[in-house]
């Protein structure tokens, strides 16, 4: 109920009648926009210990404007602003003038936004995405009945109030049996955070080591949320090829043999946007680099839990890095669901300070999902349905690879990706990609024009195409049109 006590303000020592003051006042209201077409007023009774007036007061303004169509009296449910008002027709009413426009009448920092696909299908289409799980994978009648059965036990509304920054101490605890066993990674309790997706365990832990004009060292191409998350920090980014084993080592310790790096960030496995992987090689280099210059490590390890070909190379935060390397993954990818469950792993002290900066933004997780993936975590169906869908997954890729290969011949370069959910598919000189986009949107299917790709560097002329989230019919199909359009 809006607040009619300072809303309306009636004088007795006026010469008008306080009953038309009020009236007065609620025309004012309507026409301001505040009491919109249908909505009902408070009761005669009700206003009037609000005013703290008689009742009939009350009832003489509602009787007045009554009376001059501004309101309407509803048997049994009281009085309504009218749909039909006087002089404000309802084709020209619009609600009076919103005092929140387009422009804000101040100033304030802006994030850079990335540029929307510069054509959009009509109607139903298929879509290439940047490379996300298939949500029809997901086990979706697992996760509703593991939901329920947190929130039917008797200690879920201890559950539901409790909680620190760090998150919930049931899935940390599963986390460290799972890491271990998947990652090798050697960490107890105070070292695992649960955030909200892997982009906010980015955010906080750059946030802890980055001040203005700091120099931090990323890949050349590289993920463009961490790219824009770094310079909303004020730091300078240093960029470092990326080939196809990965980042240049030898070039991030010239930098660091010059000057002073802040902070370096890489995805070892399955590079973004490229997919390639760190190699053995470079790692072992990589790893006496930052033991030699204490180089603190973002490794956004964000898929970790996807490869085909191979046993995966352990990530660097399982080795001798001397402390320095903040671990980063999510749930997000591996469940297939709309739940943004990330993870950061790094000293305890790091943690602790992370977890103080987390709660001026979100004081805590999301116990409710937490709980439950902690139990689908020491029941097995996590890592049941992994293996399923890295079967299906594997399938797909080597699918599109064939169709790429056959179907579209020297137009696009390619590499097979031992893992992950993408293929970087590179298209020909000859084939502007802007253009390719637009025409397959005419043909029913939406690609990225790669800008995002190009973000702080040269144009690549390329996309990523996740092939995870299409069946095999929708892969062909997709093939398909892409053919047409190169032809």
């Not at 070039?251 to 496995?269: A, D, F, N, P």
């Not at 797909?396 to 290969?405: A, F």
């Amino acid at each position: 109920m809006l607040p009619f006590k300072t809303l309306i303000q009636t004088d007795k020592m006026l010469k008008l009648p306080v009953y038309q003051q009020i009236a007065n006042r609620l025309i004012g209201l309507i026409q301001e926009g505040l009491l919109k077409p249908g909505l009902f007023l408070p009761g005669s009774r009700v206003l009037a210990i609000q005013l703290e007036l008689h009742r009939k007061t009350v009832i003489a303004a509602y009787d007045e404007l009554v009376s001059q169509d501004w309101l309407v009296a509803v048997p049994r449910k009281g009085v309504m602003v009218a749909d039909n008002l006087p002089v404000i027709r309802p084709r020209t009413y619009q609600g009076g003038i919103s005092p929140y426009g387009e422009a804000a009448g101040f100033s304030f920092h802006q994030t850079p936004a990335l540029q929307a696909p510069v054509t959009k299908p009509a109607g139903a289409a298929l879509v290439i995405n940047d490379g996300f799980p298939d949500a029809r994978l997901a086990p979706l009648t697992d996760w509703v009945k593991e939901c329920r059965s947190v929130i039917e036990s008797p200690r879920y509304h201890k559950l539901l109030m409790y909680g620190g920054g760090t998150g919930l101490e049931a899935l940390r605890r599963q986390m460290l049996v799972y890491l271990s066993g998947t990652r090798g990674l050697n960490i107890s309790l105070p070292h695992i955070m649960i955030t909200r997706g892997a982009q906010m365990a980015i955010y906080l832990a750059a946030a802890l080591l980055i001040k203005k004009d700091d120099l931090v060292i990323v890949g050349s191409p590289n993920y463009i949320f961490a790219d824009l998350c770094f310079e909303q920090l004020g730091a300078r980014l240093l960029r470092v090829p990326v080939d196809e084993e990965g980042i240049d080592v030898d070039m991030i310790e010239q930098l660091c043999s010059k000057r002073k790096i802040k902070m370096l960030y890489l995805v070892t496995h399955h590079h973004h946007p490229t997919t390639v992987t760190l190699s053995a090689a470079r790692r072992m280099k990589l790893l006496a680099v930052i033991r030699k210059y204490k180089l603190p490590v973002i490794e956004d390890d964000y898929d970790y839990d996807f490869h085909y070909s191979s046993a995966p190379i352990l990530p660097l935060a399982s080795a001798d890095h001397g402390g320095n390397v903040i671990y980063i993954g999510s749930f997000t990818k591996s469940l297939g669901l709309s739940i943004r469950i990330g993870f950061m792993i790094a000293p305890s002290h790091f943690i602790d300070a992370a977890a103080n900066l987390r709660r001026l933004m979100d004081l805590r997780g999301d116990n409710l999902a937490e709980q439950a993936l902690a139990n689908l975590l020491q029941d097995g169906t996590i890592e049941r349905h992994l293996k399923k869908s890295n079967k299906i997954y594997k399938e797909r890729r080597d699918l599109l690879c064939h169709l790429l290969s056959t179907r579209l011949g020297n137009a696009v370069r390619f590499t097979v990706p031992s893992g992950g959910m993408a293929i970087w598919l590179r298209f020909s000189k000859k084939y502007p990609l802007k253009k390719v986009a637009a025409k397959a949107a005419t043909l029913g299917l939406q690609i990225s024009n790669g800008d995002q790709y190009s973000y702080g560097a040269a144009p690549q002329n390329a996309l990523r195409f996740g092939f995870a989230s299409l069946n095999n019919k929708e892969i062909a199909a997709a093939v398909s049109i892409l053919e047409k359009v190169l032809k």
